[in-house]
């Protein structure tokens, strides 16, 4: 893990202490500290350095965004979404602490994450209470109706259905992209980037969060679950509407590509090319990842 | 309906416009505007006049509450949880719209819920943001593992166990009187409440969040399900922990007394008589009330 990542894993440790009930938080505790790829923290830290501010000062944003990304994949994982048992190697949050547990650390971490967020920045005293607030209005509609429950709910009335491109589209950008989206926007929110940086960020993080979702689809297709570590070819057998179903494995590939090259050509107008590198490095890692 | 009461109603309405997938709107709004005691809106706004600031500086707060409490009981009415089909005097959201759409929706208030009050304090611009900032650590506290969440598993970890007094305690403190309280508290806090204001109104509501509960479960065993709006006797029949049957009807009556003069004894700290009124008002509304 990188020094960034440690700083994260940390920070979401104290943020969850156990009290009582334990049952809410181990069961919290458990999804949080999992691991995972990290990649909306890397993206808000990234961000927040980019326009010229230190990795501390996103750690409560970054932090925040992925206590949403974990809320939204153990509601996901729930028998009443996707159904699924396994999630990140392990068993899935409703299989490990029961159905109603998972329900409502869900919901408690979602409740957290801007808790979270406006305690730490008020804490930090280096971020103003004016882009706290926007970065808290920002993460609230990606996590909402603006975002991850919309695209969840489309994903969801989708199911078994011929669906178009732009439904496709629709799901990938509000279930995925959004939250990557207001990761990025967020880091340089808190990191006091100008308006048009704010802007640079917001389209780079769009071309990112799409490749994302693409690469994620295809892999579901072309991996085992014991090379992903949840269960492969899930979409498939759930008749799921994904960018391989839809264009086939080669043209989604080739999606990828020009995903990647979009992202990249974002960065260039930064003109330290040095603070830009981290951004362009995530960029192709999630382009080349294999899990 | 009093005119702060269709002020929230109408600022609840604007803040859930239609929009993609309606599905999720639908069955956002379905709840929202299925109107309720609303107690936690008058709270707040009771509050922020109290400390001497107008009602409509506490609209952003009083919306983003109901939204909060709104989600609890969607969330608190689905199968994996107290399995209720009837809320309000109509179907569950969970029965009108489907499982997974009531879990979304739920989550999406919650985030809603932040989105708004951030958003809401910014445009007002009569809020300063540090207070705003402080509104939504409170209120995200309230919502989760510090209150509600907690509260919720508590509750249903209890189903079927004897219950000691103090786990009761604790299951109400945390389920509903931790969010009236926040309601109360940040209506202060966006009011500009001095640190010694904000106390007493805190625990003002403390006593009546407890009030409530103490009032819901009478409710429960000595009223029918027309009269209630939703199912009667459904504690007893979940064997769930509740005053009545902790202490019985009478006793649990005795207490409602006891609980409802230490609340109107926070209010004689406040010069102004005409100010505290609401809030007086609000604990007799909530001692006598009959569903």
């Known amino acids: 893990m990188s020094a960034n990542g440690k700083a994260v894993h940390e920070a979401q440790d104290r943020a969850l202490p156990v009290c009582q009930p334990e ?31 230190s990795a501390a000062a996103a750690t409560p944003v970054a932090c925040a965004v992925e206590m949403v990304h974990t809320m939204s994949l153990i509601h996901d994982d729930m028998p009443c979404m996707d159904d699924d048992t396994l999630r990140r190697g392990r068993q899935a949050n409703h299989v490990a602490f029961g159905e109603y547990t998972a329900l409502l650390s869900g919901d408690a971490l979602l409740a957290l994450a801007f808790e979270h967020l406006a305690r730490g920045c008020a804490d930090l005293r ?57 990761a990025a926007v967020c880091g340089a929110i808190v990191g006091g980037g100008t308006d048009g940086q704010i802007e640079s960020v917001l389209r780079y993080a769009r071309s990112v969060g799409l490749l994302f979702q693409v690469v994620d689809d295809v892999l579901d297709v072309t991996r085992t679950s014991e090379q992903l570590g949840k269960t492969a070819g899930k979409d498939q057998a759930a008749d799921k509407a994904t960018y391989p179903k839809l264009l086939g494995v080669e043209q989604a590939q080739a999606y990828m590509t020009e995903l990647l090259a979009m992202a990249e050509a974002e960065l260039q107008g930064f003109d330290d090319a040095e603070r830009a590198a981290p951004l362009q490095h995530l960029a192709r890692f999630i382009a080349y990842r294999q899990n």
Chains 1, 2 share one sequence.
Do not use: W
Request: proline content about 3%; hydrophobic content about 50%; some cysteine.
């Open 126 to 182: 280096v971020v103003p209470a004016e882009r706290a607030l926007r970065a808290v209005a920002k993460l609230g509609n990606a996590a909402g109706a603006g975002g991850v429950a919309a695209g969840q709910v489309a994903d969801k009335a989708s199911e078994g259905k011929p669906v178009s491109l732009a439904m496709l589209e629709f799901i990938h950008l509000h279930k995925t992209s959004r939250l990557n989206s207001a």
């Open 23 to 53: 049952r809410l938080s181990e069961s919290m505790r458990y999804s949080v500290l999992a691991g995972g790829k990290r990649v909306r923290p890397v993206l808000a830290i990234a961000a927040c350095e980019l326009v010229g501010r």
